[in-house]
């Protein structure tokens, strides 16, 4: 019998947690109750929120391919169900799976503005490059309720401390009043992710991002409020989405991005299992042309983890997309400037922080 597929979410597996000593059916239609499986076969399949308490709330960034030190991620899980999301493997060291439970299962961690200002207000920390989120989304749908990352954001206006933003949703235009105030300091930059403007494929793909046009009208709201915005069209899948690259970077140079970039597919861990899954689902007709496509770019697997070649791949549809890029850039963003981060403001910001506080304290003694 074939097992159904389920809407509104981007993996249709559940693959075996790599960390756990038994095995389990893959499928989630055997994971389940009869009244669970109902509710996840409705358009919107229940999620669980699990608040979790992390000690720190920074993490060091060793890959060269980043160009950033530091990263921070409010949420771990992400409800926007890319089904090629590399970040999907790092739930299993929380005890979930890479699948549908990366979707389901959303650890929130409402401390971090506390942890961030505990970071930040050290005298042992030194202005650095901070990436929010860099694993899952900061702007995902549980911020809507939540609004952990306005606060950070927040934290980083009082600190005036860069920070930099990637993010897939929309609902960054929420906090344009925040970032623009940042922006005027040149301590904010962000970058919005847009893999496709075929807004049918962006539903299967990445069923729970923003639509395409709501993304073009953030980039739109974000440019005229002085934020500087650039656009990673990631990823590039030969066969998927690879024919768009000169209308997506097209596009979102008219609505004021000042730059774009792009990384090739990599399915790593049990991505690998959870796209091929997808892609034979969803594009049977030419699942095993792209899989070998994909396949070509990283020397003959899914996925490829040296640093330096994995996010750009090799061999002739690696090179092919680079050229179309390449040209992309040249013919709608030549001449558009990126501005460079401010990182002399914090110290001064950081130490007189500290001498208010330390007044306050006194004032307290006073009573």
């Known amino acids: 019998m074939e097992e159904p597929y389920v809407k509104g979410r981007g993996s249709q597996l559940n693959p075996t947690n790599r960390f756990e000593t038994q095995s389990r059916e893959v ?12 509710e996840l076969l409705t358009t919107n399949p229940k999620t669980k929120y699990i608040e979790v308490f992390p000690k720190t709330i920074l993490n060091k960034v060793d890959s060269p391919d980043i160009g950033l030190a530091w990263s921070m991620n409010p949420y771990q899980g992400c409800e926007h169900g890319c089904v090629y999301c590399y970040a999907r493997n790092s739930h299993q060291y929380w005890g979930y799976s890479a699948g549908t439970e990366f979707e389901q299962n959303i650890l929130i961690k409402k401390n971090a503005p506390e942890l961030l200002e505990e970071a930040l207000i050290s005298k042992k920390w030194k202005a650095d490059s901070i990436m929010l989120s860099g694993n899952t989304d900061c702007y995902q749908p549980a911020e809507r309720k939540l609004g952990i990352t306005r606060k950070l954001l927040k934290v980083f206006l009082k600190f005036k401390h860069p920070v930099g933003i990637i993010t897939k949703n929309s609902l960054i235009e929420r906090d344009i009043d925040i970032l623009a105030e940042l922006a005027s300091l040149r301590l904010v930059s962000v970058t919005l992710s847009l893999t496709t403007l075929d807004e049918a494929l962006k539903r299967t793909l990445e069923p729970r991002t923003s639509a395409a046009n709501s993304v073009l009208r953030t980039i739109n709201k974000l440019s005229k409020a002085g934020i500087p915005v650039n656009v990673n069209v990631a990823p590039i899948i030969p066969g998927i989405n690879d024919e768009g690259i000169f209308d997506v970077v097209k596009a979102v140079s008219e609505q004021g991005a000042l730059s774009a970039s792009y990384i090739v597919v990599r399915l790593n861990g049990h991505n690998g299992l959870i796209f091929e899954d997808w892609i034979t689902k969803n594009f049977p007709d030419r699942a095993n042309k792209v899989l070998n496509q994909i396949k070509t770019m990283h020397g003959g697997n899914l996925n490829d983890s040296n640093f330096g070649r994995r996010m750009r791949g090799e061999g002739k549809f ?10 992309a850039r040249k013919k709608f963003l030549q001449g558009k400037v990126w501005p460079a981060s401010n990182f002399d403001l914090y110290e001064e910001a950081r130490n007189q922080i500290i001498i208010d506080t330390q007044g306050d304290k006194s004032q307290l003694k006073l009573f």
């Open 27 to 38: 499928y989630v239609d055997d994971l389940h109750t009869q009244e669970e499986r109902e």
């Open 318 to 327: 690696a090179e092919l997309i680079r050229l179309q890029f390449s040209l």
